[in-house]
């Protein structure tokens, strides 16, 4: 089998980290890249040694003729990129979330099963070594029959931390207890229930978001129930991102980079059963940790099986898809005060919807830069 070849756009510092990857592994080569911005465009392309750079984006395809396409720039340039890319028949590696709201979800998809190509949402922790480990302690039975899943953020403004954390948390959560079908979400804002007035845009351009502290309560389609918390901390704390997984014979917790097993379901402070174990996670072959990040390299590497199989990623478009169902539905159910089954039959944006019911215009538009987004924020509420 052959090589594919890859083109990036978007040479931000999501879009090198993805490079980095797709020019290591021995079954990809990156032939070119493409950015607005040319120092970044230049910067990245002296990393990678590539001529080959673009500020056009159908210039790029036409002339470098890529099987593969990453789309790695701002939220509200998904949705036009990804159609742009499709048109010309070819395969996406896309940044999460998939677009801003479901119905241009809905149309990236669609396009992509009419030109038979490919989408893939770039949630590299599905698929990396720690996550690999925990789903093959759960196919073992290490703790024997899932019960509940416990997600936590990293302690950003809630829905902005639904939006660039819960994602990655909430498709992990898809490969270890299913679809989801129904979901619930509380929205606070200043420790009250939110209002249309706090619908506010997200910065980095991901679109409308409500609630500073966000919780949520997931019923999987068989059977299993979870949690997902996404509450905004004084500091960000990066080492809060987790998922427990508490079975009904011992408990998994997954941090990124490790993984670890409680053999018994109950927390026994005595000395002998109170121990978490590390699993072992094992890299694949041929990776090289001195070239990229393991969970990029995972991701590329099971984008090459699934083409040379002709099947969807890991993280394919419909699984993307389904994330954003349930961020929307968590949106949705905040806002309306009740439980929302999935898939939802309305796909515009819930809390533009909620907004216009109240009589209140879109929400004006905001700081992309996160601190300033927060300061920015936190006047509108009254706080110094």
């Given at each position: 089998m052959g090589n594919y070849r890859v083109a990036i756009v978007g040479c931000g510092p999501r879009g090198s980290a993805i490079s980095l990857a797709y020019a290591a592994h021995p079954r990809t080569t990156v032939v070119a890249v493409c950015d607005l911005r040319r120092e970044l465009r230049d910067r990245l392309g002296e990393t990678l040694?590539?001529?080959?750079r673009y500020?056009?984006?159908?210039?790029?395809?036409?002339a470098t003729k890529p099987d593969l396409v990453v789309i790695a720039t701002g939220t509200e340039f998904h949705h036009e990129l990804a159609l742009r890319v499709l048109a010309h028949g070819v395969?996406?590696?896309?940044?999460?979330?998939?677009?801003?709201d479901l119905?241009?979800?809905?149309?990236?998809?669609?396009?992509?099963?009419?030109k038979r190509v490919r989408v893939a949402v770039h949630h590299q922790g599905r698929v990396c070594a720690s996550m690999r480990a925990v789903a093959r302690a759960l196919r073992e039975g290490r703790i024997g029959r899932v019960r509940h899943l416990i997600g936590s953020g990293k302690g950003y403004y809630g829905g902005y931390g639904l939006l660039n954390i819960g994602t990655h948390t909430l498709n992990a959560m898809l490969r270890l207890a299913g679809p989801c079908a129904e979901v619930s979400g509380t929205l606070l804002v200043d420790r009250r229930p939110a209002r249309?007035?706090?619908?506010?845009?997200?910065?980095?351009?991901?679109g409308p978001i409500a609630?500073?502290?966000?919780?949520?309560?997931?019923?999987?389609?068989?059977?299993?129930?979870?949690?997902?918390?996404?509450?905004?901390?004084?500091?960000?704390?990066?080492?809060?991102?987790?998922?427990?997984?508490?079975?009904?014979?011992?408990?998994?917790?997954?941090?990124?980079?490790e993984?670890?097993?409680?053999?018994?379901?109950?927390?026994?402070?005595d000395g002998e059963h109170d121990h978490w174990q590390r699993l072992s996670a094992d890299d694949l072959p041929g990776y090289d940790p001195n070239a990229c990040g393991e969970a990029e390299y995972a991701f590329a590497d099971e984008y090459v099986r699934a083409l040379d199989e002709g099947r969807e990623h890991e993280c394919s478009g419909a699984?993307?898809?389904?994330?954003?169902?349930?961020?929307?539905?968590?949106?949705?159910?905040?806002a309306m005060g009740r439980p929302v089954a999935l898939p939802q039959r309305k796909r515009d944006h819930p809390l533009l919807r909620w907004r216009a019911q109240a009589g209140l215009p879109e929400p004006p538009a905001v700081s992309r830069n996160y601190p300033s987004w927060l300061l920015q924020e936190d006047r509108r509420l009254g706080r110094s």
């Open positions: 040694r590539l001529s080959y500020a056009d984006l159908d210039e790029m395809i036409s395969h996406i590696d896309i940044e999460k979330p998939l677009t801003t119905r241009r979800a809905d149309e990236v998809l669609k396009l992509a099963r009419k249309p007035e706090d619908v506010v845009l997200a910065p980095n351009g991901m609630g500073e502290d966000i919780t949520a309560s997931l019923r999987f389609a068989n059977g299993i129930t979870g949690t997902l918390l996404h509450q905004r901390f004084p500091v960000v704390d990066a080492t809060a991102h987790a998922i427990e997984v508490l079975g009904t014979e011992g408990r998994l917790l997954w941090k990124n980079d993984a670890h097993w409680l053999p018994q379901p109950h927390f026994v402070p699984e993307g898809l389904h994330v954003m169902e349930i961020m929307m539905g968590i949106f949705e159910s905040g």
